[in-house]
C-alpha cells in the first residue's frame, strides 16, 4: 500500500474531526438524519442508468481492502 504524506490543511482538518467532541442531542440527530438521507439516496441512485454508466467506469477488485459496494461482491480500490 503506497503511503501518501498528506499537506498541512489535510492534516489540519483530520485533527479537528477526532478532537471534537458534541453532547448537543439536537446535532447528533441531525448527523443521524443527514446519515441516513445519504445512505437512502445511494440506495435510490443504484438503480439509476446515469450512476450505473459511472459505476462502470470506476475499477473494482475482488480485494476486500478496499471499500464494499453494497448489494455487490466487488470492493472500491483502495
Known amino acids: 500500500m ?3 504524506k498528506f499537506d498541512r490543511v489535510m492534516n489540519d482538518l483530520v485533527d479537528y474531526a477526532y ?9 447528533i440527530r441531525m448527523a443521524h ?15 439509476d442508468a446515469d450512476f450505473l454508466r ?3 467506469s470506476v475499477q473494482f477488485s475482488k480485494n476486500s481492502q478496499g471499500i464494499p459496494i453494497i448489494d455487490r461482491s466487488l470492493w472500491l480500490r483502495p
Open 2 to 4: 503506497v503511503h501518501t
Open 19 to 27: 478532537e471534537q467532541t458534541t453532547s448537543d442531542n439536537d446535532a
Open 33 to 47: 438524519f443527514c446519515l441516513l438521507d445519504s445512505i437512502g439516496y445511494a440506495i435510490a441512485a443504484s438503480s
Open 54 to 56: 459511472l459505476m462502470n
